[in-house]
């Protein structure tokens, strides 16, 4: 572990179609190998694939992936039991912790049923860089919007609370994520939110939000805040623009 600060990588994206292989990592999440600062060895970074059931063909998948990025790839499977026997131990040993997508509720309740949400805090403290897609960004946040219940998207407002902010994700290819973010800013039901459009991600050190990045050209990030117009409580959309990663 390297990093200088405690940091997130939130993001809608890292992972694309492989020429050769059905994935490779892209830029945000060869970005976050980059943020832990690590030199001189291939860098270490352990997948977490809770929020979609620790799937082991996705595993492999993975692995691959990682053999071509020349990472030293592990996993960190509860399914059907904790795949290590002190992750506290493991997981901060890594450079990066990389969380992928899928249902952020069942990850969230998996998670405390392990006891994995307090240990995360100490590594995330520890300066291992924390970072993922989709369920994998929303769960740093206080909450967000999520198709875990269902087809219509609804809030989540228990997540682990790292950063003191809302996440929406897929925020420009999902028709509902947009609207629905703005409603639930605007009732308070979230506070202020930080949202991605594909292939981009936001960065924190500590809970500073220092930078949005991203692995494709044109694409926006946002921050979406509640404000006052004629007695009546709207969202306001200030859209953050990213540094290309190339």
Same mark, same amino acid.
């Given at each position: 572990?390297?990093?200088?600060?405690?940091?997130?990588?939130?993001?809608?994206?890292?992972?694309?179609?492989?020429?050769?292989?059905?994935?490779?990592?892209? =830029?945000?999440?060869?970005?976050?190998?980059?943020?832990?600062?690590?030199?001189?060895?291939? /860098?270490?970074?352990?997948?977490?694939?809770?929020?979609?059931?620790?799937?082991? +063909?996705?595993?492999?998948?993975?692995?691959?992936?990682?053999?071509?990025?020349?990472?030293?790839?592990?996993?960190?499977?509860?399914?059907?039991?904790?795949?290590?026997?002190?992750?506290?131990?493991?997981?901060?040993?890594?450079?990066?912790? +990389?969380?992928?997508?899928?249902?952020?509720?069942?990850?969230?309740?998996?998670?405390?049923?392990?006891?994995?949400?307090?240990?995360?805090?100490?590594?995330?403290?520890?300066?291992?860089?924390?970072?993922?897609?989709? =369920?994998?960004?929303?769960?740093?946040?206080?909450?967000?919007?999520?198709?875990?219940?269902? /087809?219509?998207?609804?809030?989540?407002?228990?997540?682990?609370?790292?950063? /003191?902010?809302?996440?929406? #994700?897929?925020?420009?290819?999902?028709?509902?994520?947009?609207?629905?973010?703005?409603?639930?800013?605007?009732?308070?039901?979230?506070?202020?939110?930080?949202?991605?459009?594909?292939?981009?991600?936001? #960065?924190?050190?500590?809970?500073?939000? #220092?930078?949005?990045?991203?692995?494709?050209?044109?694409?926006?990030?946002?921050?979406?805040?509640?404000?006052?117009?004629?007695?009546?409580?709207?969202?306001?959309?200030?859209?953050?623009?990213?540094?290309?990663?190339?």
């Amino acid at each position: 572990m390297s990093a200088q600060q405690p940091t997130i990588l939130a993001t809608s994206g890292g992972i694309k179609a492989g020429r050769r292989s059905r994935l490779e990592f892209d =830029a945000l999440l060869h970005h976050a190998v980059e943020l832990s600062g690590v030199t001189g060895r291939a /860098p270490r970074v352990t997948h977490v694939g809770t929020a979609a059931g620790d799937q082991r +063909w996705f595993n492999a998948e993975m692995d691959q992936a990682a053999r071509i990025a020349g990472f030293d790839f592990s996993h960190l499977n509860l399914f059907t039991m904790p795949s290590i026997e002190d992750p506290e131990a493991h997981l901060m040993e890594q450079d990066v912790v +990389w969380v992928n997508g899928g249902s952020v509720v069942n990850l969230l309740a998996i998670w405390r049923a392990h006891g994995l949400d307090e240990i995360l805090r100490r590594v995330w403290e520890g300066g291992v860089v924390l970072a993922g897609v989709s =369920a994998g960004s929303i769960c740093w946040y206080q909450g967000g919007t999520t198709d875990s219940f269902g /087809p219509q998207l609804r809030p989540v407002t228990n997540a682990l609370g790292f950063l /003191p902010f809302a996440n929406g #994700v897929h925020y420009d290819s999902e028709d509902q994520r947009r609207p629905l973010v703005h409603r639930l800013v605007a009732d308070g039901t979230l506070g202020e939110t930080h949202c991605t459009d594909d292939g981009v991600g936001l #960065v924190y050190f500590g809970t500073d939000l #220092v930078e949005a990045v991203s692995e494709v050209p044109g694409k926006g990030a946002y921050r979406v805040t509640r404000q006052t117009v004629g007695g009546a409580a709207v969202a306001a959309e200030e859209r953050l623009e990213p540094r290309f990663l190339g």
